[in-house]
C-alpha cells in the first residue's frame, strides 16, 4: 500500500465533501472538481487553482469568482480532492503518495493551458 501512515484518507475527504454538500447548492458550484478529459479541456487564461480544503469554505469560492466574472477574466476555477497537492498526505508522512497526487493536479491544471495559476 502507498498509504504507509494508515491516515484514513477516505474519511478525511469524505468530510470535507458532507461539510460542502451541507453549505453548498449544485447551482451554486462555479468550478469544476473533475479534471477534465485532456483533449476536451478549453483553454482558458488563467487558472484558479482552489486545493482540496475549498470544499470547507465554499462560500469564499463565490467570491473570489464573482470578482473574477466581473473583471472580465478568462478563467477556470478548479479544486476539489482530485486537485489536491498532496500536503495532507506529506504531513503524515507518505512522501512518496503526496508527490504523485501533486504532480496529478498540476497535470490536471496543464490540461487548460494556461498563462497564469492563481493558487487560492
Known amino acids: 500500500s502507498r498509504n504507509k501512515s494508515k491516515f484514513d484518507y477516505g474519511a478525511y475527504f469524505r468530510e470535507m465533501r458532507d461539510t460542502h454538500d451541507l453549505t453548498t447548492k449544485p447551482e451554486d458550484r462555479t468550478?469544476?472538481?473533475?479534471?477534465?478529459?485532456?483533449?476536451?479541456?478549453?483553454?482558458h487564461d488563467v487558472v484558479l487553482y482552489l486545493g482540496c480544503n475549498v470544499l470547507r469554505t465554499s462560500h469564499m469560492i463565490k467570491t473570489a469568482t464573482d470578482i473574477?466574472?466581473?473583471?472580465?477574466?478568462?478563467?477556470?476555477?478548479?479544486g476539489g480532492p482530485a486537485y489536491c497537492c498532496g500536503i495532507v498526505h506529506n504531513r503524515n508522512g507518505d512522501i512518496e503518495l503526496a508527490e504523485t497526487i501533486g504532480t496529478n493536479a498540476i497535470r490536471y491544471m496543464e490540461r487548460y493551458q494556461p498563462k497564469i495559476v492563481a493558487m487560492w
Open 31 to 43: 468550478w469544476n472538481a473533475v479534471p477534465p478529459i485532456e483533449a476536451e479541456a478549453e483553454p
Open 68 to 78: 473574477l466574472d466581473l473583471l472580465g477574466v478568462d478563467y477556470v476555477a478548479v
